[in-house]
């Protein structure tokens, strides 16, 4: 918890002078805390018990007006409230909102749905939370220090006998505090889980429904509900230990009080003094101690564990490492021997040696020691079980991901050292999520090619299969509004985009999952015969059966070959294609055909330039 300590402090002391002015508003607030009993206790003594009962009633006037003093200091002192608490919410958006980009497009992952439910959520609740944080601290600081320092002007032997059950109860609230942290903990982390499993399940509902999942994702997402159930029922079990930090702490002093007035009356002190002691504790300390013991436990520990949990998620580690992030001053490649087959032959496009990578010092490689070819018409398919690193992969072969050893170029030139600019014109990324801008579809189009002519738009339209949604959006002229159109229309954008680019170097990283598989052989077939090479990380095993290698990755050494081989060689390849095994292929689904010898099933995968006969085939 001290990244929350280190958050709060450090918001608190930016703003200093709302925090002044508030201080200042919470002590005209407290007044009344700090005149009640000696008011009341001269109103008795010096008025009702003398027989003078106008001096009394004088006496409870100046009560009353410290009491409309007070709410005159209790409106202001909100009116306060939100420059300091909105200042807040505003950090936490940015945070959230630049930590998820950072981590997306560093990692090369998938989209983070439990960045959603921080962002919207989350973050109000920290909000919400952290105003009434403030309130009931400064509530208690203020009432129970006026408090008691009028009980001490007042009589000092009471308030000696009733700060220390207040001292204990406090004691003993702080000691519960790790335990209901561990559970307001538990709770938050539930319900992030809950979000990201219903994310997930909403987002592949179309594959669910196709390969007859809906039974097994609907127990996944129960034991998400049942599990966030159980956490919420331990959650609320802690009140009974408030409950008892407030029987200390505020109802003992008022017990201790009264069972000890008849001494204090014979020990000399006055039936007024015994009386403004009573108000005291009954006005000012116990309900001061009862807002802090509710505010802490509730609010303040909801404010504590999401906080932490927010600042755990985005937090940013360091520098960025990745070429495409540093924003160097020189975007060129640098100049280098091109490195291509022995002897002679054109420059690779892509080239892995040795490269290693693994997250975490001690964490399992996700890569090891991987040697990768990808030369003009190569058309390689990546597949494996989920975390087998495929996206890992792409996300190094773009340079978005640093390895910890080995070499990565593109077009001859190592990405490191390689400004952005440098980056783009080798290489194209398209993600699972496809961004789409509020602005014309044709600007949309262009967006990696600005120069493109309209007959050159119009022709990928065709290609890829857009027509369509042209149609429907009314042109290429037409303002496209984001939210309007399907996840699968924004892939199409985001492929057609992708295409026009002049990198010669494609990635599609499960860029097509939200097409059906029709449409998905269509965009596939149209990058593969697109000059360049192509690497897909595959959604659909039938994505395979259109590559010209295939790449299975499952936390071992990798395997390559074509579909045929693999399946009489990989176990993993096999299973895999098990849970597809039964969906019709459409005449594009069939394998591309293949000359000369396989390739052997190691970890040094060499690409070759494609037949020109092969590539009319994938048409």
């Known amino acids: 918890m001290s990244g929350v300590l280190r958050f709060t402090t450090g918001a608190l002391r930016r703003r200093r002078r709302p925090l002044g002015r508030l201080a200042a508003w919470s002590a005209a607030e407290a007044l009344p805390a700090l005149l009640a009993g000696q008011l ?6 010096h008025g009702f018990l003398a027989g003078r009962p106008g001096v009394g009633l004088a006496w409870l006037a100046l009560l009353a007006a410290a009491i409309g003093v007070g709410a005159v200091g209790t409106l202001r002192a909100y009116a306060c409230l939100g420059d300091i608490v909105e200042p807040v919410r505003d950090d936490l958006a940015h945070r959230v909102v630049s930590g998820a980009l950072y981590h997306s497009t560093s990692a090369g992952a998938r989209p983070d749905t439990a960045a959603v439910a921080r962002l919207t959520h989350q973050v109000e609740i920290v909000r919400d939370t952290f105003a009434g944080l403030v309130m009931v601290v400064r509530g208690f600081l203020f009432t129970a220090g006026a408090a008691l320092l009028g009980l ?18 406090l004691l003993l609230f702080a000691a519960t505090l790790p335990a209901m942290i561990g559970r307001q903990r538990a709770y938050v982390r539930a319900d992030e889980l809950l979000g990201t499993e219903a994310g997930a399940a909403l987002t592949g509902h179309r594959d669910v429904t196709a390969c007859g999942g809906q039974e097994v994702v609907a127990e996944r997402v129960g034991r998400q509900v049942d599990r966030q159930e159980a956490a919420e029922r331990a959650l609320a079990r802690m009140a009974a230990l408030r409950s008892l930090s407030l ?13 000890a007035a008849p001494w204090l009356v014979r020990s000399g002190l006055t039936a007024g003094a015994v009386l403004g002691a009573l108000v005291y504790v009954a006005t000012g300390l116990q309900p001061a101690l009862h807002a802090l013991v509710q505010g802490i436990a509730g609010g303040g520990l909801r404010y504590a564990v999401t906080l932490d949990r927010i600042l755990a998620a985005t937090a940013r580690p360091g520098p960025p490492t990745s070429p495409g992030l540093a ?19 054109p420059t690779p496009h892509a080239e892995l ?12 490689p996700v890569l090891d020691d991987l040697d990768l070819t990808l030369s003009d018409g190569d058309h390689l398919v990546v597949v494996g079980p989920s975390g087998a690193g495929k996206s890992t992969l792409a996300a190094v072969l773009t340079g978005l991901l640093r390895p910890q050893h080995g070499t990565v170029r593109l077009g001859g030139s190592p990405v490191d050292g390689s400004g952005p600019a440098g980056l783009a014109a080798r290489r194209v990324l398209i993600p699972q999520e496809a961004y789409v801008f509020t602005g014309t579809l044709r600007d949309n189009l262009r967006y990696l090619c600005p120069d ?42 985001a492929a057609a985009r992708a295409y ?66 693999l399946l009489a060689g990989s176990a993993t390849y096999r299973e895999l294609v098990g849970h597809w095994r039964g969906a019709p292929a459409g005449p594009t689904d069939a394998a591309p055909p293949h000359s000369g010898p396989a390739t052997e099933s190691t970890a040094r995968i060499d690409g070759s330039r494609a037949d020109p006969e092969q590539i009319d085939s994938l048409r």
């Open 247 to 259: 029987a200390v702490g505020g109802w003992l002093p008022l017990a201790v009080l009264l069972l």
């Open 500 to 565: 026009l680019s002049p990198a010669p170097l494609v990635i599609l990283d499960e860029a097509t999952c939200h097409l059906d598989p029709a449409a998905e052989a269509r965009v596939e077939l149209a990058f593969a015969a697109r000059p360049g090479a192509l690497v897909v990380v595959a959604h659909r095993i039938s994505s395979a059966l259109r590559a010209r290698r295939i790449l299975v990755l499952d936390g071992g050494r990798p395997r390559s070959g074509r579909h045929d081989e």
């Open 327 to 345: 924003g160097e001053a020189d975007d060129a490649p640098p100049a280098v021997a091109p490195i291509g087959s022995p002897g002679t032959g």
């Open 353 to 364: 040696v040795g490269v290693g990578f693994r997250y975490g010092t001690h964490a399992r």
């Open 40 to 45: 009341t206790a001269r109103a008795v003594d």
């Open 152 to 169: 001490l002007s007042l009589t000092p032997l009471v308030a000696a006998v009733v700060a220390v059950p207040l001292a204990v109860g």
């Open 452 to 493: 493109a002519p309209d007959a050159d738009l119009s022709a990928v339209v065709d290609r890829l299969g857009l027509g369509p949604l042209v149609h429907r959006v009314g042109g290429l002229a037409a303002t496209l509004d984001p939210g309007t159109l399907s996840a699968g229309e924004r892939q199409l954008v």
